[in-house]
């Protein structure tokens, strides 16, 4: 049998199998505050290696979609609370995923006169759905060095209200256009001053926010997740060949639970950068013809990662690792409702002893 089903200790955290559920963003927090059908959506999935939730804002300016959770309130901790009691109740392990949106959002969405913050004042190419209609996004705030060092703060914050949330870890979301993401990339980061320009000046931000965070909680308790040469989001990166190994390489003091990669068509930089990195790579692998499943788990066994996140699969089968050791069935993803509704493509996906009864 792979590997993909054997124990694996991940910085302390012993995981029954390293099958992990990749973070999604689902939409169902209509308030920013968990509710106890999300408790039941990520229990039902508790065996699972390692859980990894949708994004989750470190702030109320961080927030770019409707009906996405939060870490800066106490409503939203004990909220969450709920989340990772039901998961530990199941036999889980969960981190929270903290995500600044950055420049992805709209006033709209947000109170108080609050506008989407950047890196640049570059604009995006594309909408955000606003809960009633599809608006141009805006072109955001730059960021000002002291709104940088708040931003930061906030960060810590959030890691410091998800392990009283009773998480047991966060992983920092760098990938896929997002603020983190626009700080690194060449062509949303237009600064001059010691947070853009260079790559060493480009990667500060991420470094600072990874470094505030493992003070506040303890690295092996933080993973990073990044996405090289991933174009979401209106995303460009010509320097990423460059660029990621140096983060790599000024990361690798803290000692950081792990690293994520969302790969894009990179797999040579994936193998340089599982080969520089000194903590456990999980791999979220390039599919562009579908899903990560079954035929990828032989990307653990040949060494190309410690553990693989699955998305969509997971999403429509709560006890994948079971079906994935079987080799199935699996159920199909309904993709009419990965985003907001009800219980219908949320709780309501059987597990292989619902199905056959």
């Known amino acids: 049998m792979s590997t993909a089903f054997q124990?694996?200790?991940?910085?302390?955290?012993?995981?029954p199998n390293r099958i992990v559920m990749?973070?999604?963003?689902?939409?169902?927090?209509?308030?920013?505050?968990?509710?106890?059908?999300?408790?039941?959506?990520?229990?039902?999935?508790?065996?699972?290696?390692?859980?990894?939730?949708?994004?989750?804002?470190?702030?109320?300016?961080?927030?770019?979609?409707?009906?996405?959770?939060?870490?800066?309130?106490?409503?939203?901790?004990?909220?969450?609370?709920?989340?990772?009691?039901?998961?530990?109740?199941?036999?889980?392990?969960?981190?929270?995923?903290?995500?600044?949106?950055?420049?992805?959002?709209?006033?709209?969405l947000l109170p108080d006169d609050l506008h989407p913050v950047s890196a640049s004042p570059v604009r995006a190419e594309g909408k955000v759905f606003t809960g009633t209609e599809m608006l141009d996004l805006v072109t955001p705030v730059e960021l000002s060095p002291a709104d940088i060092e708040a931003t930061i703060a906030d960060f810590a914050t959030a890691a410091r209200n998800a392990v009283e949330a009773g998480f047991d870890g966060v992983e920092l979301h760098g990938a896929n256009g997002y603020l983190l993401h626009q700080f690194l990339a060449d062509n949303t980061n237009l600064r001059t001053d010691e947070w853009g320009g260079s790559v060493d000046n480009r990667i500060r931000f991420v470094v600072e926010v990874v470094r505030a965070v493992s003070e506040a909680i303890g690295a092996h308790r933080v993973g990073l997740r990044i996405s090289p040469a991933n174009q979401y989001n209106d995303i460009a990166e010509e320097?990423?060949?460059?660029?990621?190994?140096?983060?790599?390489?000024?990361?690798?003091?803290?000692?950081?639970?792990?690293?994520?990669?969302?790969?894009?068509?990179?797999?040579?930089?994936?193998?340089?950068?599982?080969?520089?990195?000194?903590?456990?790579?999980?791999?979220?692998?390039?599919?562009?013809?579908?899903?990560?499943?079954?035929?990828h788990l032989e990307l653990i066994d040949n060494g190309t990662a410690d553990a693989l996140s699955f998305g969509a699969l997971f999403l429509a089968n709560p006890d994948l690792p079971v079906r994935l050791a079987q080799g199935g069935p699996f159920n199909a993803p309904d993709q009419s409702s990965f985003f907001g509704g009800t219980e219908k493509g949320y709780t309501d996906y059987p597990a292989l002893a619902t199905a056959s009864a």
């Open 239 to 295: 320097s990423h060949h460059e660029l990621y190994p140096t983060l790599v390489d000024a990361i690798n003091p803290i000692g950081l639970a792990y690293l994520h990669i969302a790969e894009a068509d990179e797999r040579a930089l994936t193998l340089k950068l599982r080969e520089r990195f000194s903590g456990p790579l999980i791999l979220n692998p390039f599919t562009p013809d579908g899903t990560t499943g079954p035929e």
């Open 22 to 108: 990749a973070p999604m963003t689902r939409s169902r927090a209509y308030d920013t505050v968990p509710t106890q059908t999300m408790a039941e959506y990520y229990a039902q999935r508790a065996s699972a290696g390692l859980i990894i939730t949708e994004g989750i804002q470190p702030s109320v300016v961080g927030q770019g979609y409707t009906f996405t959770p939060g870490l800066h309130s106490d409503e939203q901790v004990e909220g969450w609370r709920g989340v990772t009691d039901a998961v530990h109740a199941a036999g889980g392990r969960i981190f929270a995923q903290i995500m600044h949106s950055g420049r992805i959002g709209h006033p709209s």
């Open 7 to 15: 124990p694996f200790t991940l910085a302390g955290t012993e995981l």
